[in-house]
């Protein structure tokens, strides 16, 4: 079973609290799932179709226990997708029309005709609906990625405005996503690992939350690691060569001009670096008498330095040869 079908039976193993929170849900398994079939004189019938058994269970029983909805259910196989098993639920005339009102997708209007609305914004008012609405558009069209595969969450809402709508809920409950367009349908979309974490807390999938904690604890104490290692050996790397740049520093020094023509400081330290091409430039000035810190021995360094970039300038051939 992939990721996103565990969490979805996860989430479909618990029911609504409230009466409320049973319509949210409905409303948005409504917008992801649902038609609805103009017949003649004024008459409609909404169908649904799910490819998943544990969503077409979902739905029949808020329609039927929740709504007091006549609902009539089949599952067949269907050739013309690859032989799925696709549920069809269809209500009766009177109540798809019943539903639709409750859900506020029809309104009547002030001489008593119904018209459709567009995305119904009322099921999301209170903050125990926006998550049962997030419940229903993960069921009906949502989509997640095991965490070993890389993080995200995505639902599949078809048009814009209920891409916009869907992505204004995510926002109020804390969790920003995106917008995009997959083969001309709109799609939202969650890749930050902390959000889906978040996402999952919110639809009630406290399993699939952890797992992918879990999993983000161990990405987070492997990067640490990692980074630990890798900047000790950069570190060692670049003290290493540092020291072997001083070390030809001073030897060029000494075979152009000898040490002792350095003055008295400058000397000192040059022979304790060929004596300790190892020590690092604290360890260097903790050597010295007096002591001196870790940037007075870099000044003396950067002397060093310009006393040997003299010497290449200004004496082209060896002079004088003294071992350090
Ligand atoms: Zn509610």
Do not use: W
């Not at 419940?135 to 095991?146: E, I, K, N, P, Y």
């Not at 001073?250 to 004596?275: F, K, N, V, W, Y």
């Not at 000035?285 to 000044?299: F, T």
């Amino acid at each position: 079973m992939s990721f996103a079908a565990e969490i979805k039976r996860e989430i479909a193993r618990d029911m609504p609290e409230k009466e409320c929170c049973a319509m949210a849900e409905l409303g948005a398994l409504t917008q992801c799932l649902g038609s609805i079939s103009l017949q003649g004189a004024g008459q409609m019938q909404v169908i649904y179709r799910s490819f998943s058994t544990t969503v077409g269970k979902r739905l029949l029983t808020l329609l039927r226990y929740y709504g007091q909805l006549d609902a009539a259910s089949s599952v067949v196989k269907d050739p013309r997708f690859g032989g799925r098993f696709v549920t069809t639920i269809t209500l009766t005339p009177a109540d798809s029309r019943r539903l639709l009102r409750r859900l506020d997708v029809l309104r009547r209007d002030e001489t008593g005709e119904d018209v459709f609305q567009g995305v119904p914004k009322r099921v999301v008012r209170r903050i125990c609906c926006r998550r049962a609405f997030l419940r229903g558009m993960f069921l009906g069209c949502g989509t997640l990625s095991a965490p070993d595969k890389g993080y995200h969450a995505e639902f599949l809402v078809g048009d814009n405005a209920r891409a916009r709508f869907v992505q204004r809920v995510l926002e109020m409950c804390d969790i920003p996503s995106a917008i995009t367009q997959r083969k001309g349908e709109a799609a939202v979309y969650i890749k930050d690992s902390g959000m889906i974490a978040r996402l999952l807390a919110t639809l009630g999938a406290s399993r699939a939350m952890l797992e992918v904690e879990e999993m983000r604890t161990r990405g987070a104490v492997k990067q640490q690691v990692n980074r630990a290692l890798n900047c000790d050996h950069a570190n060692l790397e670049k003290q290493v060569a540092s020291s072997r740049r001083q070390v030809d520093m001073i030897t060029r020094i000494s075979h152009l001009a000898g040490l002792t023509s350095l003055p008295r400081d400058l000397e000192a330290l040059a022979r304790l670096r060929l004596l300790h091409p190892e020590a690092t430039l604290e360890q260097l000035g903790a050597m010295l008498s007096p002591p001196i810190s870790k940037s007075g021995v870099q000044h003396r360094m950067r002397r060093l330095s310009q006393v040997s970039a003299n010497l290449r300038t200004h004496t082209p051939s060896v002079s004088k040869e003294d071992a350090p």
